[in-house]
């Protein structure tokens, strides 16, 4: 996951205050994914882009929302943040379609923790 | 809701045993792949295997799929201490569905 960073890597916060989690990648790809990882759960999709200010819900959107300016930044943003949303957020990238077919990379995750 | 189910969800073997993960999903696919996950890390990218493809090995991995009743096994031969880790399908285009993993535990 070296070319996919996260930032931070660890959040405390309490609840009610606004949170952005950053991703930066410099694979060039054209798809950015939001995940969440809860005991039980799996992996959740929260948001995706497949392109520079083009995106969608995923599974578990509500609460969140994300933007995207630029082809390497993918920004989550917690409006305000609640106990429901403790929880281990990963970044992925990737391509999709021809050969790339839809393999995904991740970044090493932020654990956000809202007290 | 989750598209693949992991089985069992979790496995505890020794060094050079082989380690067989089962997952099953719901819907019908184009490409199934499974991901390794170690402690506190991101996900890894194992495997793909096409839906027009019955097996497909690398390395000492070998993964099954049978389109017909909407299942995929992950073997790992001669398992090693550094497999541990949890292991998660993915099915899905765009978008992937993760299943809830299965956590192996390698002892030497």
Known sequence: ?115 | SQQGEEDPQALSIQEGENATMNCSYKTSINNLQWYRQNSGRGLVHLILIRSNEREKHSGRLRVTLDTSKKSSSLLITASRAADTASYFCATGFQKLVFGTGTRLLVSP
């Open chain 1, 1 to 115: 996951d070296a070319g996919i960073t996260q930032s931070p890597r660890h959040k405390v916060t309490e609840t009610g205050t606004p949170v952005t989690l950053r991703c930066h990648q410099t694979e060039n790809h054209r798809y950015m994914y939001w995940y969440r990882q809860d005991p039980g759960h799996g992996l959740r999709l929260i948001h995706y882009s497949y392109g520079v200010k083009d995106t969608d819900k995923g599974e578990v959107s509500d609460g969140y929302s994300v933007s995207r300016s630029k082809t390497e930044d993918f920004l989550l943003t917690l409006e305000s943040a609640t106990s429901s949303q403790t929880s281990v957020y990963f970044c992925a990238t990737g391509q999709v379609g021809g050969r790339a077919y839809n393999e995904q990379f991740f970044g090493p995750g932020t654990r956000l923790t809202v007290l």
